[in-house]
Nanobody, 121 residues
Framework: QLQASGGGLVQAGGSLRLSCVDS????????MGWFRQAPGKEHEFVAA???????YYADSVNGRFAISRDNAKYTVYLQMNSLKPEDTAVYYC?????????????????WGQGTLVTVSS
């Protein structure tokens, strides 16, 4: 089971760090991703990290966000800096269990419940 946390209300330009803890202890063998969904929009890829530590970012967050993982804690993080109002969304972590693109939600089988990030202007 994935538990995402760390969301909240922040002013534009501020920072947040999201955490995703895996109580099932399976994620160490898999890539992990963060997606987000704004009201009325589809799931949008944000960032991903392979089991070996390779990272992938959406163009919209590259240079502002950083994904990392702590396998000893079965936890994945998303450090979000220089936040913008357009980053407002529910953020979900997910486990990549299928051999598809890291950018596609179809490659991910297990999803956390989401944590809301609201960026005010």
């Amino acid at each position: 089971q994935l538990q995402a946390s760390g969301g909240g209300l922040v002013q534009a330009g501020g920072s947040l760090r999201l955490s995703c803890v895996d109580s099932g202890r399976i994620i160490n063998n898999y890539g992990m991703g963060w997606f987000r969904q704004a009201p009325g929009k589809e799931h949008e890829f944000v960032a991903a990290i392979s089991f070996s530590g390779d990272t992938y970012y959406a163009d919209s967050v590259n240079g502002r966000f950083a994904i990392s993982r702590d396998n000893a804690k079965y936890t994945v993080y998303l450090q979000m800096n220089s936040l913008k109002p357009e980053d407002t969304a529910v953020y979900y972590c997910a486990v990549r269990t299928y051999d598809g693109s890291y950018l596609s939600p179809n490659s991910y089988r297990y999803w956390g419940q989401g944590t809301l990030v609201t960026v005010s202007s």
